[in-house]
T-cell receptor
Framework: RKEVEQDPGPFNVPEGATVAFNCTYS??????FFWYRQDCRKEPKLLMSVYSSGNEDGRFTAQLNRASQYISLLIRDSKLSDSATYLCVVPTDKLIFGTGTRLQVFP | DTEVTQTPKHLVMGMTNKKSLKCEQHMGHRAMYWYKQKAKKPPELMFV???????INESVPSRFSPECPNSSLLNLHLHALQPEDSALYLC???????????????FGDGTRLSIL
């Protein structure tokens, strides 16, 4: 099993839709998790940190299920500007990046 | 605006050239990182510096040579690179190295390197 797995997508959704991405991880000892957003030809930017069962920031909700070893990211009321690649990141002795999930929001 | 600054933003060099990439942060972070990222792939870790000492080298070829002159600066010296080394090189920093809470990494906007 890969250390971090994500569905690469792309997810093509209309504006206003709700979309969810899942990420599974193999290291059960991991305590904190991150979602990064990366626009085309730009650097990854931290979107959310997840330390306990979940975290909410406006339209974005991250949830953690330790028993099943997955993290999810929910985006409500999608905007065109949400189009990007979303990277799931699991710290071990370093950051382990998932392959990223591409989201394309269309008008 | 990113709090980690990288220069240059773009670099084109021949296989016999010697050049350096530079990274600077003033957040008081004590861990700094170099990553390489190819198109449509996630970043790949190259080096980790913790308290100005090299703590992780991910079996990177010796044509890449990192240097950490002080806690705010990180360099990557390049020599005799190959065309397959063309990529986006990202610098990042965090409060300290490790996996504890509040240890996300903050990335610079990268140097896009092309090897002719």
């Amino acid at each position: 099993r890969k250390e971090v797995e994500q569905d690469p997508g792309p997810f093509n959704v209309p504006e206003g839709a709700t979309v969810a991405f899942n990420c599974t991880y193999s290291n059960s000892a991991s305590q904190s998790f991150f979602w990064y957003r990366q626009d085309c030809r730009k650097e990854p930017k931290l979107l959310m940190s997840v330390y306990s069962s979940g975290n909410e920031d406006g339209r974005f909700t991250a949830q953690l299920n330790r028993a099943s070893q997955y993290i999810s990211l929910l985006i409500r009321d999608s905007k065109l500007s949400d189009s990007a690649t979303y990277l799931c990141v699991v710290p071990t002795d370093k950051l382990i990046f998932g392959t990223g999930t591409r989201l394309q929001v269309f008008p | 605006d990113t709090e980690v600054t990288q220069t240059p933003k773009h670099l084109v060099m021949g296989m016999t050239n010697k050049k350096s990439l530079k990274c600077e942060q003033h957040m008081g972070h004590r861990a700094m990182y170099w990553y390489k990222q190819k198109a449509k792939k996630p970043p790949e870790l190259m080096f980790v510096y913790s308290y100005e000492k090299l703590s992780i080298n991910e079996s990177v070829p010796s044509r890449f040579s990192p240097e950490c002159p002080n806690s705010s600066l990180l360099n990557l010296h390049l020599h005799a690179l190959q065309p397959e080394d063309s990529a986006l090189y990202l610098c990042a920093s965090s409060q300290k190295a490790g996996t504890g809470p509040n240890q996300p990494q903050h990335f610079g906007d990268g140097t896009r390197l092309s090897i002719l």
